[in-house]
């Protein structure tokens, strides 16, 4: 949840308060709802006597207009209402209008930041007198739907830290929050109203109300600090427990640059190809090692520490672990079985994997072998070049490394996947999945900005 560490968010919109209230939330919601019906009241009326291919166009760029309305106003709200819409941005391109899901991704980076006299006063009721222990810069590094960042001194020893401050009253409202979207997509009727809904929002609730904890993350963030500490290839930030509670987070300052600066296209491809590879092997220790991964795969969460010496590599930065999922056996084991089954391009051995939920076990056998299918694209990057006659060969170098940005995946899985959820009345997956495809979103989104290539078997062969 940063930015490039060189350069504050000074260029954002900034807003006095927050509403937290249910009351004022709904309101906000209510009031936004009932502008975009008198925009579209006024929409069609003024469309009435244009032609056909005239009138699609201008409905077109009134529903951006109209999409980007809604991201700017959710994003005043900030809190789970934003978080919420960043998780429809990416599962609900198959349901939703793309001019929608489009605006919603703009959420991950690009909401208000919250004033100063704000912040600081949220500063001085968590920490008392200890503030005045404390230097800190009045413009944040990082924002984000929950909390914003900013950099700091400890006067006294001139250590360099970032206070990670929790937006007051986000807490609170999270119940509220998921019952307002609950109740709009109910409404709004854009997915079927099942169990499996229900048991994702609950997943939802729980992931947010640990997320708010920040004496939680502080315990996740110091696991990942020892388990790292002597791999050159990451840093993670220590926590400095001293001006930390259960709503703010002090941790050592970490630089790094963005992974979409130009910066860090400049450097030499092999140097980009060893900054995916370690992104993609940090993923998997994630799931198949340590049986719990950062969920969250907003581009902030990462920078990259740019080495001006050849003897030393160059560091991916890990930021935050606060969407943190921990998982159990009986999930590992079926993860076990797909990554063996993709690796090996193994249509037959993929269904077998495929046990353990009643997502998957109550599926007839055609509906089996099509997810099957699409499980083989979607593992497509971790498949042995060997034996995976179906990976296109614009997408492998001469040494059978997969080019990430020459995939096209993810435009293939979504018509592979368009196509599969026609042969069977749609159903959501597991929530657990819908997790770990989030964060598997996110990985192909990063590799491809870095236009990096990636091993499969050195990705995959520890854990066969």
């Given at each position: 949840?940063?930015?490039?560490?060189?350069?504050?968010?000074?260029?954002?919109?900034?807003?006095?308060?927050?509403?937290?209230?249910?009351?004022?939330?709904?309101?906000?919601?209510?009031?936004?709802?009932?502008?975009?019906?008198?925009?579209?009241?006024?929409?069609?009326?003024?469309?009435?006597?244009?032609?056909?291919?005239?009138?699609?166009?201008?409905?077109?760029?009134?529903?951006?207009?109209?999409?980007?309305?809604?991201?700017?106003?959710?994003?005043?709200?900030?809190?789970?209402?934003?978080?919420?819409?960043?998780?429809?941005?990416?599962?609900?391109?198959h349901v939703l209008p793309p001019e929608i899901t489009s605006a919603l991704q703009t959420l991950n980076d690009d909401t208000a930041t919250l004033s100063w006299p704000t912040i600081e006063q949220t500063l001085r009721q968590l920490l008392g007198d200890r503030l005045s222990e404390l230097d800190v810069d009045t413009i944040p590094i990082g924002t984000a739907s929950l909390a914003q960042v900013h950099r700091a001194t400890v006067l006294a020893t001139g250590e360099q830290v970032v206070l990670k401050i929790q937006y007051p009253g986000v807490a609170d409202a999270i119940n509220s929050d998921l019952a307002l979207f609950k109740r709009l997509l109910k409404v709004s009727n854009i997915v079927p109203q099942t169990r499996s809904l229900d048991a994702w929002f609950e997943e939802i609730r729980d992931l947010l109300h640990h997320e708010v904890d920040y004496e939680a993350e502080a315990a996740t963030t110091e696991r990942f600090y020892e388990r790292l500490i002597d791999d050159p290839r990451y840093a993670v930030p220590k926590i400095n427990r001293a001006y930390s509670s259960k709503r703010l987070l002090c941790m050592s300052y970490e630089p790094g640059i963005s992974v979409v600066s130009e910066a860090l296209q400049l450097l030499p491809h092999e140097r980009r190809n060893a900054i995916g590879q370690s992104a993609i092997e940090i993923m998997m220790q994630e799931i198949f090692v340590w049986g719990e991964m950062q969920t969250d795969p907003n581009f902030g969460n990462y920078l990259v520490r740019v080495s001006d010496n050849d003897h030393e590599v160059d560091k991916l930065v890990l930021l935050d672990f606060g969407a943190i999922r921990q998982f159990d056996n009986t999930l590992l084991t079926i993860a076990h079985g797909l990554l063996k089954a993709g690796y090996r391009h193994d249509h037959q051995a993929m269904m077998q994997a495929m046990t353990g939920y009643d997502f998957f076990d109550t599926m007839s056998e055609k509906v089996c072998s099509d997810i099957a299918s699409?499980?083989?694209?979607?593992?497509?990057?971790?498949?042995?070049?060997?034996?995976?006659?179906?990976?296109?060969?614009?997408?492998?170098?001469?040494?059978?490394?997969?080019?990430?940005?020459?995939?096209?995946?993810?435009?293939?899985?979504?018509?592979?996947?368009?196509?599969?959820?026609?042969s069977f009345e749609f159903n959501l997956p597991p929530k657990e999945f819908m997790f770990i495809s989030r964060k598997f979103i996110g990985a192909y989104t990063l590799l491809t900005v870095l236009d990096a290539y990636t091993d499969s078997n050195k990705l995959v062969k520890p854990y066969l």
């Open positions: 949840m940063a930015n490039d560490t060189s350069k504050p968010s000074n260029n954002k919109q900034s807003i006095d308060n927050l509403k937290t209230s249910g009351f004022e939330r709904r309101m906000s919601i209510a009031k936004t709802s009932l502008n975009i019906g008198r925009r579209w009241a006024g929409n069609s009326v003024s469309g009435m006597f244009l032609n056909k291919e005239a009138r699609t166009a201008r409905n077109q760029a009134f529903m951006e207009a109209q999409a980007n309305y809604v991201a700017e106003e959710l994003g005043k709200l900030k809190g789970s209402v934003v978080k919420i819409g960043q998780m429809l941005a990416i599962y609900g391109e699409l499980f083989l694209l979607a593992t497509e990057p971790f498949s042995d070049p060997a034996t995976n006659p179906d990976i296109p060969t614009e997408c492998l170098d001469e040494q059978n490394r997969y080019i990430w940005a020459n995939s096209k995946l993810h435009s293939r899985l979504s018509s592979a996947a368009t196509r599969a959820m026609q």
